[in-house]
């Protein structure tokens, strides 16, 4: 006799997610997972039609059941049994190892692309390096659908993304008919999948009235999206938007272009702009941050040579002839030799002279060790490091953070405050929550390995004084650093540095990352 429970697969998604993937004519099964004396009702369902089975009644099911629901279930001693009404269906464990590779290789491309967008929702987590790729593989061989047909047109009117794997995207979509499935999309590249953060809906486009006619235009039919690789991409990066009901094709896939990590944050804010719904436009910018920033041994205090050189990270956001004046007050501060990176992509002649001018009048040597938007790696630097802006080092007159002696915290932060003057406004408590909330321009002296270790990772910034805000904010919640405030009246800050610019009028590289990092802490 023919059983109605058909069982094609059945794997482990992880320690405690179970997906089995099979085909029964009932219209609603009540499947059920018994695992010793456990029954688990499934987490999700799909249902969808097939092709192999002749109907266009949706047969074919993927169910996924959550075995941490019930104490025990995931006990590797348990037999587990797919049960519908009086029906069972053993899952094995030589099947539960094996039946993964098994439907990405060859099951049904229903059944397939099905898996593949409950990995777009997050329904599952998305897999390890290894199966990714033999799912991508298999995403791009497919057959692709066309932008325009009778029952949907589809656009993609930009896609960027960054060196750090952050991505944002933006288009329209107006299907012949309203459907309660939406579209779903996740990102390929190298050996990586992602799910993406897609918004139907999500802007108004009443310039697509024309096709109202012929698609179920509603106005508001522009989407827009944002992902972030697990790592920067190496390879070209393809968006794959795949459509309701279309489970016979990829989808419709869109290589995204390269591009500086300032113009990923400028599309991304002309974005946000254009979504009218405020939480929608949080969500978008937030799917373009790492889910963590700060290593955990970064918050750990290291001891460092306390008499060697110290290596100044300038961001010099004066003239490039001032830069003489700022290496000049820092060498008669510290009298000890510097070792100078500054925070600009190229070295001017102008620059070049105003270091060996400098070098010349100090005390102490000043060796250049190059320059770029980015610090150097922490090895080979195993002595203190001193961050600021250069108009900041001019209004401090000379007063740069101090080394913290052994019994202290690592990190010393000196904070531009204009609140320092007033009473009780210098409590390092308040100072402290202030250098937070408003952001005010900072000096920092530490150990270089300290300072030095947001940047050994791709960074959710685009300026490195956030990354080390970001740093200092966690070593003061751990104790190991201390913050002091600096009078904040008459601080004229510069504009002639690379970080002075702004993505759109009105929004700064700074204003850009404060955004960011409020997103990062309220997603902690």
Not at 22 to 49: C, E, Y
Not at 333 to 345: A, T, Y
């Amino acid at each position: 006799m023919d059983l109605k429970l058909h069982l094609d697969f059945c794997f482990f998604v992880n320690a405690d997610l179970v997906l089995t993937a099979g085909w029964t004519p009932r219209p609603q099964p009540d499947l059920v997972l018994h695992a010793g004396n456990a029954s688990i009702p499934p987490r999700t369902v799909m249902r969808f039609a097939r092709r192999d089975l002749r109907s266009l009644v949706p047969m074919g099911f993927i169910a996924v059941f959550d075995l941490s629901q019930e104490p025990g279930a995931n006990d590797p001693s348990e037999d587990l049994f797919l049960a519908m009404g009086r029906e069972y269906q053993p899952l094995t464990r030589d099947r539960l190892a094996t039946d993964f590779a098994k439907m990405v290789e060859i099951g049904v491309d229903e059944t397939f692309f099905a898996y593949v967008r409950m990995i777009a929702s997050r329904s599952v987590p998305t897999p390890e390096k290894p199966m990714s790729h033999r799912i991508g593989s298999r995403i791009l061989a497919a057959p692709r659908l066309d932008k325009e047909s009778p029952e949907y047109v589809l656009s993609v009117d930009q896609g960027v993304v960054g060196a750090a794997g952050q991505g944002v995207c933006t288009g329209w979509y107006i299907p012949s008919t309203a459907s309660p499935e939406g579209l779903s999309a996740l990102v390929i590249s190298d050996r990586q999948l992602s799910p993406v953060e897609l918004m139907p809906g999500a802007m108004p486009r009443p310039d697509l009235q024309p096709y109202a006619d012929r698609y179920a235009f509603s106005g508001r039919d522009g989407w827009a999206a944002s992902f972030r690789l697990p790592a920067p991409p190496t390879t070209p990066v393809r968006l794959v938007l795949m459509l309701p009901g279309q489970l016979t094709h990829s989808g419709i896939v869109r290589p995204l272009d390269l591009a500086s990590s300032d113009r990923v944050a400028r599309v991304l804010v002309e974005t946000t702009q254009a979504v009218e719904d405020r939480l929608l436009a949080g969500r978008l910018h937030r799917g373009t941050l790492p889910t963590s920033q700060l290593s955990p041994a970064a918050l750990q205090p290291l001891a460092s040579k306390q008499d060697g050189p110290i290596l100044l990270i300038l961001d010099h956001d004066l003239g490039d002839t001032d830069l003489r004046d700022v290496l000049r007050r820092v060498a008669a501060v510290v009298e000890r030799p510097l070792h100078l990176h500054l925070l600009r992509p190229y070295l001017t002649e102008a620059l070049n002279e105003a270091i060996a001018g400098a070098g010349r009048e100090a005390g102490s040597p000043i060796q250049f060790l190059g320059c770029s938007l980015i610090p150097p790696p922490p090895q080979g630097h195993d002595g203190q490091a001193i961050f600021a802006r250069s108009s900041v080092l001019f209004h401090l007159e000379g007063g740069l953070p101090t080394d913290a002696p052994d019994d202290e915290p690592a990190l010393s932060i000196q904070a531009l405050d204009p609140m320092a003057n007033l009473p009780g406004g210098a409590d390092p408590a308040g100072v402290a929550r202030r250098f937070l909330t408003d952001r005010p321009p900072f000096a920092m002296i530490g150990p270089a390995r300290i300072l030095l270790s947001p940047f050994a990772q791709p960074t959710a910034f685009l300026t490195p004084e956030a990354g080390l805000r970001q740093l200092a904010a966690a070593m003061l919640a751990a104790g190991h650093a201390r913050i002091q405030a600096a009078p904040g009246q008459g601080f004229l800050a510069g504009n002639r540095g690379p970080f002075c610019q702004n993505l759109i009028e009105g929004v700064s590289w700074h204003d850009f990352d404060g955004r960011s990092a409020r997103l990062i802490s309220e997603a902690a």
